[in-house]
């Protein structure tokens, strides 16, 4: 039982209601022990995949309430002390309503039993009922503390003579238990009766997600959120402050009579809910001048005490499309129709709505007492406003205990807040006589660019709103920029354009940036078009108020002439190349194959434009005495004194895979070399297009190769580039990154995370291992590469299912190639690495230089997962780790006690190159263009025992995926190499099914 009643109730009605729980039990023993449950079953248990999402949506907004509360006065005269017990015994046969959710030693978010008081109950004193309430409602608002607190509560409130029972059950409960199967087992325990286990339940999704236009636009809250203070004379006062976020809730009697000879029957549940929900779309169609409006009716007709689109709601439901002018008759008969077919078991889902229609959702009114049956405890409920998100209206029809039909109503938090009384006053009457209630205000178009008649506000921080057709263009706006599509629509799919995670990253960062609107990767990638996550977005005020002035050297573009530290990610690169003795294992050897004659003159001048404007191209990096890693830029009137450029006349003797493996002088030369050479077999010219990875990233080469297209163009005619704004320069970034230091909360999310993760892959376990020596000093770890090219109706699979998903595309081929190992080595833990874009801050977006940071996740495989989850996982892991992946791989493992350069965390390496635009066309003078595609580097090497590069193409409109895989010879065999081939390409088969996102990954294994 819980302690904190000393603070509640006085010294001698604690002693009283002390004694009357040892008198139940003959117990001599205080009645509020240290802890209540065996310490047996204290230990860590696994944690749901939805109990991490819904942990994890509160940890990432702390303020969204994600509690359900109900409120109940208990009829009779209940024996508190009996209550008391029987909550004690609930959750002892309950024990999810008192687990406590941590990360554990290991790094895994797991669940446990508390060592003290379990925290479920509470008993307090409130002077009337409406304090009670309000008592209730202040503890769901409240923030959930999930190492400390229970996701379940329990507050016994005494008012007088009456008994109020108030329940808070947190999200992360959904899938283990029910209100009602609450209800029910506080029923068993108060009567000495046995508990029965909760069935698991299938849950809605995680975000309530409320489509379509607004029912009555003119009826929702005007900017600022705020409402007019008016007062009822003829009443009492209201609850709560009108500044509170609340849906409310209105009631009022049905009349016997719906529509002139339209009676109805006490005992017909189901027809009452058909007549009144269609009826009620139509009222709503004509008050907000639609012509249609879709009403959503629960599947199964079983009594439920939540609201039909909230927290703990049944996952099947229906939609009817309600027309204003149609027989209401019809509209029964349509959901009647969908009633009886799901009654024959014919499946019937939400996921059908339709996106450009406002929404109503219906519902069935439960009585607690025809839930919970009992002579011993009366249940009358008390209709409770809630902090929970929920849509404009919804609609609970129903019966009281004289057989009387009730309508209760729950306004969203968007409607303002003395409408909902008016609606449900002007439905009644609608009811009464259809025709002879004047409420027609003229058809409302489904689309408007009018701010009266816009669809939802989005939400908002600081209490202020926008329409949200001005968000939806803003990221519209974001989209084509991103995507060069100019012409792309508000419905477009940002994926099927080629949108992919560093694109996504790009948005997000210049939303929040340039307009303060801020939204998730998981709202992007469950709402990937402009009008979808429009409706997902917060704004934040003076989001980017922070730009102007901070870098006041930045926006100049000006290079300081002092040397500057390494960024983090740099620095870790540096103790990597300075251990291989400074070889060419960070060279980045493009080369790029000129399908018809390019100027080499005018293409230097274009290349040294970009290397004026961005610092990272022209800087050299050098210990120093006491080993400090530096960095300087040259100053552009020395860049002269720099050789960095060969034109195909001063190359003839040169040869294509030397260049690749130049070892460059860092301290003396640019990390830059340009190459023209000759084929011999076609005569085409072709740049060896070389790169030392310190100067810059895999985002970097892609806005170089936009630049560069750019520059060619001026000078082609000519003329010098005009460029919009000057790029940060990368040094300043560095900067003020080693003067911010390592966040030690970034670094502890990975140590949790990797711990005690395994570092060593196996996945031969019945073969020999192969010699194991490391590398010589004169050559890079050994190896090879094979390609795996994927038929194109398996790539287009992968789509289909990423796009299934809410997924990208990296996400499913991760899953694929985790899932090809895992069936290899039989594994149930295993550590991949991958590069994270690393650019937080906006300001740097067109800046060139190496941001990217090395980061490593873990997945398991626990439960047999089926390939959606595994990808939803996968998905989640990773975007949740967005906002750690500052810390460079090398920190993490020092923080570990690891050796640097012997030890490592992982073993594969999984990377996209998304689109990459090495293949593309410069422009001629006249009209014209030059084409070039990318040449693949040799490559014989890898410093991982695995790496996986998945090439993600676009060549003339057509998309292809192909994979390189490199491998150590040291570690794998040929015949290894050849199964673990087979396995990707197997897998990848099998994710591209269209009914793969249902099997199970030891299903695909056996296949």
């Not at 925290?119 to 009922?129: C, F, H, M, P, S």
């Not at 947190?170 to 209800?183: A, N, T």
């Not at 909230?310 to 009633?339: I, K, N, T």
């Not at 974001?478 to 990253?505: I, K, M, N, Q, Y």
Request: glycine share 8%.
């Amino acid at each position: 039982m819980t302690g904190g009643f000393d603070r509640l109730l006085t010294a001698t009605e604690f002693e009283r209601f002390d004694a009357e729980l040892k008198s139940l039990d003959g117990s001599t023993q205080p009645a509020v022990p240290a802890g209540r449950l065996p310490k047996k079953g204290r230990e860590p248990r696994t944690v749901t995949q939805h109990q991490e999402r819904i942990w994890l949506a509160q940890q990432q907004d702390p303020d969204k309430v994600l509690r359900h509360a109900q409120v109940y006065r208990l009829g009779g005269t209940p024996d508190i002390a009996r209550l008391a017990r029987a909550v004690d015994a609930m959750v002892e046969a309950l024990p999810e309503l008192a687990m406590r959710y941590r990360f554990s030693d290991e790094g895994e978010l797991v669940k446990s039993l508390s060592h003290g008081p379990d925290g479920t109950l509470e008993i307090i004193k409130a002077d009337n009922q409406q304090e009670a309430v309000s008592l209730v409602l202040a503890a769901q608002k409240a923030h959930w503390d999930s190492e400390a607190e229970p996701p379940f509560k329990v507050l016994l409130i005494l008012c007088g003579q009456a008994v109020i029972l108030g329940l808070l059950m947190h999200r992360i409960l959904e899938e283990v238990c029910s209100p009602e199967d609450v209800l029910r087992s506080l029923v068993s325990a108060y009567d000495d009766k046995v508990i029965a286990a909760p069935a698991l339940r299938q849950v809605k999704q995680l975000e309530p997600d409320f489509p379509g236009l607004a029912p009555v636009t003119w009826l929702r809250r005007g900017e600022g959120l705020t409402d007019t203070a008016v007062f009822d004379f003829n009443g009492t006062p209201g609850l709560l402050p009108t500044g509170d976020r609340l849906a409310l809730r209105f009631g009022t009697l049905l009349e016997p009579v719906l529509h002139h000879d339209h009676g109805y029957s006490s005992s017909d549940h189901t027809t009452l809910l058909a007549q009144v929900g269609v009826r009620f779309a139509q009222f709503l169609c004509k008050l907000g001048g639609h012509e249609r409006i879709e009403a959503i009716f629960p599947a199964r007709q079983t009594d439920s005490l939540t609201d039909p689109c909230g927290a703990f709601a049944r996952s099947d439901s229906f939609a009817v499309s309600v027309g204003r002018d149609m027989a209401p008759e019809e509209g029964e008969r349509q959901v009647l129709s969908h009633l009886n077919a799901i009654s024959r078991s014919e499946k019937h889902d939400i996921n059908a709505l339709a996106a450009d229609l406002p929404k109503v959702w219906i519902q069935r009114l439960a009585d607690p007492k025809t839930i919970v049956p009992t002579d011993t405890l009366a249940f009358d409920r008390i209709p409770l406003p809630t902090y929970e998100a929920r849509p404009d209206f919804g609609l609970a029809v129903g019966f009281d205990t004289e057989g009387r039909a009730i309508l209760e109503l729950v306004t969203g938090q968007t409607i303002r807040r003395h409408a909902g009384s008016l609606v449900l006053d002007l439905f009644s009457e609608y009811l009464r006589n259809p025709e002879g209630l004047s409420i027609a205000t003229g058809k409302q178009p489904l689309q408007s660019e009018s701010a009266c008649v816009s669809d939802a506000p989005f939400h908002t921080r600081q209490g202020t709103s926008l329409d949200v057709t001005a968000i939806q263009a803003a990221i519209l706006q974001e989209f084509r920029d991103a995507l060069a599509v100019a012409d792309l629509a508000p419905d477009d799919d940002f994926f099927d354009f080629g949108g992919h995670s560093l694109v996504a990253t790009r948005i997000i960062g210049r939303l929040l940036h340039d307009h303060g609107i801020e939204v998730r990767f998981n709202d992007l990638f469950g709402n990937p078009t402009a009008a979808g996550l429009a409706r997902h977005a917060t704004l934040v005020d003076g989001a980017g108020e922070s730009a102007g002035n901070h870098n006041v050297e930045i926006r100049n573009g000006k290079a300081s002439d002092a040397a500057t530290p390494l960024a983090l990610a740099q620095m870790s690169l540096w103790k990597i190349y300075s251990a291989l003795g400074y070889r060419e294992i960070f060279n980045l050897p493009f080369a790029l194959d000129f399908l018809d004659p390019v100027d080499e003159t005018v293409f230097e001048a274009a290349f040294g434009d970009l290397m004026k404007r961005h610092a990272a191209l022209r800087t050299l990096y050098f210990e120093t005495e006491e080993g400090d890693v530096l960095q300087k830029v040259v100053p552009v009137e020395e860049l002269a004194t720099y050789k960095w450029f060969w034109t195909s006349t001063e190359s003839t003797s040169a040869d294509r895979n030397a260049e690749a493996i130049y070892c460059f002088d860092l301290a003396k030369e640019l990390p830059v070399r340009l190459r023209f050479l000759t084929d011999p077999e076609t005569g085409r010219q072709v740049l060896s297009f070389l790169f030392h990875h310190l100067a810059l990233d895999e985002w970097s080469v892609n806005l170089m190769m936009d630049e560069l297209v750019e520059a060619y163009r001026a000078r082609s005619l000519g003329v010098a580039p005009e460029w919009p704004d000057e790029p940060a320069p990368f040094h300043e970034f560095a900067r003020k990154q080693v003067q911010l230091g390592v966040n030690a909360r970034h670094l502890a999310f990975w140590t949790d995370m990797l711990g005690d993760a395994p570092r060593e892959l196996v996945l031969f376990t019945n073969e020999p291992k192969l010699l194991d020596e490391p590398a010589t000093d004169d050559c890079s770890v050994a190896g090879g590469w094979v390609e795996m090219r994927l038929e194109s109706d398996v790539s287009e699979g992968l789509y289909a299912i990423a796009k299934e998903n809410s997924a990208s595309l990296f996400n499913v081929v991760y899953g694929a190639i985790s899932a090809a190992l895992q069936a290899l080595g039989e594994l149930s833990d295993l550590v991949i690495g991958t590069s994270a874009a690393g650019r937080t801050d906006p300001d740097y977006f067109d800046t060139i230089g190496y941001f990217t940071t090395v980061v490593a996740h873990r997945v398991r495989f626990g439960n047999d997962p089926t390939v959606g989850t595994l990808i939803g996982n996968i998905k989640d892991m990773i975007n949740g780790s967005m906002p750690f992946t500052d810390i460079p791989i090398d920190l993490v493992e020092d923080a570990l006690g690891m050796t640097p350069g012997m030890d490592h965390l992982f073993d594969v390496f999984i990377q996209i190159h998304a689109q990459n635009k090495l293949n593309g066309n410069l422009p001629t003078p006249d009209g014209g263009t030059i084409a070039f595609r990318q040449v693949d580097p040799d490559k014989h090497e890898s410093h991982l025992g695995l790496q996986f590069e998945v090439m993600e193409e676009v060549i003339d409109g057509n998309r292809a995926i192909r994979v390189l895989m490199s491998y150590q010879a040291r570690r794998y065999s040929p015949a290894q190499v050849d199964a673990i081939r087979a396995s990707v390409m197997s897998m990848f088969t099998q994710f591209s099914r269209g009914d793969a996102s249902n099997m199970k990954i030891s299903q695909l294994a056996r296949t």
